[in-house]
């Protein structure tokens, strides 16, 4: 993270911060009489197809809770029909919610009015979608600053700010250009400096990049964790792509049939799935890509007390390998000054191996 912004680091969210959204008991149904769902505890406990046979509604969301904590990237996965974009509507209220909170810095916005909406709306979270939803016949920096000129800006203060946003997200020299001169890529960036012109709390990603070449996809991933690491913002991001979930989340909720399946760092999702369905869900990942010296250290000796290289346990397995291997003895895991445990050559080769997956 830049040096001039406080952010937790990556996978390292401090659960003791007042998160900046907190969800409780989240429900989306669609169909007659929806509302009764949640407070069913017969309807509730439905199966999805049971439900549409006995009260011909869908419940998209079912009872999701959940923490955003500030500068986090949270990523929210799942298949298709999943919920999961029900779900990032709902906490913008662009789908209103069935039942439930949705707490915004200590806001309940499910109780906010057409006017305080519009507000939260247009100060306090972006969202960028996989459509870009550009204006045709505008140019970048018109595009740009198009928020704040509904906020009621005047054009100079647009131009300036339109300007900074335009230079980081890597487009300057292109304010002038319309849409249909820039390639997709350039233009989900035009769609991104939009969304920060504001100076957003929060940004809702909606699947923003499955519509673009893969080259182009990770270039944009990549992005994403720059500006992430320049401006701070806390981001919730919506995929179908465990890939892309791994690279980008401090935390990743998965998603299955409009339920929580499981919520934890990467590493957590892939070194103690909570399920089968987890468990196949992530049975492709290179774990030495994802684990940390944490999963894999053991107890230490007293013959592995002596001076010698030491990790810390966030220390992911694949950045560890050459200093495990190149060592004469195993490598400590210590933090904040105490040993917690050490990792040697059997421990890094298991893992790289491949011979521990699915344990």
Same mark, same amino acid.
């Given at each position: ?29 669609? #169909? ?51 919920? !999961? ?29 057409? !006017? ?53 997200? *890597? ?12 390639? *997709? *890529?350039?233009?989900? $960036?035009? #769609?991104?400096? $939009? ?7 929060? @940004? ?41 979930? @791994? ?16 919520? #934890?760092? #990467? ?19 290179? $774990? ?5 010296? $944490?999963? +894999? ?8 007390? @002596? ?43 298991? +893992? ?8």
């Amino acid at each position: 993270m830049s040096t001039d912004t406080a952010v937790q680091p990556r996978g390292q969210v401090n659960d003791r911060q007042t998160p900046v959204i907190s969800v409780r008991n989240l429900w989306k149904v669609f #169909g007659p009489n929806a509302e009764r769902v949640p407070s069913s505890t017969e309807l509730a406990g439905l199966s999805r197809r049971e439900l549409r046979e006995r009260a011909r509604c869908t419940a998209a969301v079912r009872e999701v809770s959940f923490d955003v904590a500030p500068g986090e990237v949270f990523v929210v996965m799942g298949l298709s029909g999943s919920g !999961k974009s029900t779900l990032v509507r709902c906490l913008t209220r662009l789908i209103e919610p069935t039942a439930g909170e949705v707490v915004f810095e200590g806001e309940d916005i499910l109780r906010a009015d057409k !006017k305080r909406l519009r507000e939260l709306r247009r100060r306090k979270f972006s969202m960028v979608f996989q459509h870009f939803g550009l204006l045709p016949y505008r140019t970048v920096v018109d595009n740009v600053g198009y928020g704040l000129e509904i906020r009621g800006a005047g054009r100079a203060e647009r131009i300036r700010r339109a300007t900074e946003v335009i230079e980081l997200v *890597g487009l300057d020299g292109y304010e002038q250009a319309y849409p249909d001169q820039l390639s *997709g *890529g350039m233009q989900q $960036r035009v #769609g991104l400096a $939009r969304a920060l012109a504001g100076d957003p709390d929060v @940004l809702f990603f909606d699947e923003p990049f499955s519509a673009l070449d893969p080259l182009i996809r990770r270039d944009m991933q990549n992005e994403v964790i720059r500006l992430h690491r320049q401006v701070g913002k806390t981001m919730v991001f919506i995929t179908h792509d465990l890939s892309e979930a @791994l690279k980008l989340g401090d935390r990743i909720l998965l998603m299955r049939d409009g339920n929580v399946v499981q919520a #934890g760092t #990467g590493d957590e999702l892939v070194g103690a799935p909570a399920d089968d369905y987890v468990r196949d869900f992530v049975q492709d990942v290179p $774990r030495a890509d994802v684990l940390t010296l $944490r999963w +894999i250290m053991r107890p230490s000796r007293d013959a592995d007390q @002596l001076d010698g290289p030491q990790l810390g346990p966030g220390v992911i397995v694949r950045d560890a390998v050459r200093t495990v291997l190149a060592a004469d003895r195993p490598v400590r895991v210590v933090e904040n000054g105490e040993l917690l445990g050490v990792v040697g050559h059997e421990e890094v080769l298991n +893992i790289v191996a491949g011979t521990q997956a699915g344990a």
